[in-house]
């Protein structure tokens, strides 16, 4: 079946440090990708999304380039706020599209120290 | 406008008990999902709903639970016999036929 591997459990940081979290997928299909954040007390909420080959998806600094090669979506931010604390998923949806359930990766704890 | 909305946001119950969960969908949204979230497992698709009919249902337990879709305005967890394992967060989300998916807040089941 698909899956999402996200390679850092934990990440910290100080503020204006450079970030990368590393997603890799395997699906059976094309599928849409795309990274949510949580915050404590909340669902996830979408951060971007890119739905075919070296589309860059990106929202309040944060991009990621969709690599069909490497089956790679990493997450990266050139300078981190004690605001983007927090946790991030990156995930996948197959099956043409709408509709279609979400295949999540275990998640990033992102910390940020001011 | 207002997001999804889940009801009640946290629930105790005793071993062996009913828990029932409610997910009201944003508006004019065709599709509900569910998903659960632990610690351990991370967040796992349960079931989903297009246009009130069950689709997809690949996540659920086979036994003690079962989802629900009676009105375009809200869908139903049920747990029977809750046990300890069954303790998380599940999340509702929906979306009108895009693929991203909008979540609500969650409901936190604590099993004693």
């Known amino acids: 079946g698909d899956s999402v591997t996200q390679t850092e459990g934990q990440v910290a940081l100080s503020e204006e440090d450079f970030l990368t979290i590393h997603c890799n997928y395997s699906a059976s299909g094309y599928p849409t990708l795309f990274w949510y954040v949580q915050y404590p007390g909340e669902g996830p909420q979408l951060l971007f999304r890119?739905?075919?080959?070296?589309e860059k998806g990106s929202s309040r600094g944060f991009e990621a380039t969709y690599d069909k090669g490497t089956t790679s979506f990493h997450l990266r931010k050139a300078s981190v706020q004690e605001s983007d604390s927090a946790v991030y998923y990156c995930?996948?949806?197959?099956?043409?599209?709408?509709?279609?359930?979400?295949?999540f990766g275990k998640g990033t704890k992102l910390s940020v120290k001011s | 406008n207002a997001g999804v909305i889940q009801t009640p946001r946290h629930k105790v119950t005793g071993k062996g008990q009913e828990a029932t969960l409610w997910c009201e969908p944003i508006?004019?949204?065709?599709?509900v999902f569910w998903y659960r979230q632990t610690i351990v497992q991370g967040l796992e698709f349960l079931t989903y709903f297009r246009n009130q009919a069950p689709i997809d249902d690949s996540g659920m337990p086979k036994e003690r639970f079962s989802a629900q879709m009676p009105n375009q305005s809200h869908s139903t967890l049920k747990i029977q016999s809750t046990q300890p394992q069954d303790s998380a967060v599940y999340l509702c989300?929906?979306?009108?036929?895009?693929?991203?998916?909008?979540f609500g807040p969650g409901t936190r089941l604590l099993v004693l």
């Open positions: 989300a929906s979306n009108w036929g895009q693929d991203t998916q909008y």
């Open positions: 508006s004019g949204h065709s599709a």
């Open positions: 890119a739905s075919r080959d070296k």
């Open positions: 995930a996948l949806s197959d099956l043409g599209g709408s509709n279609a359930k979400l295949t």
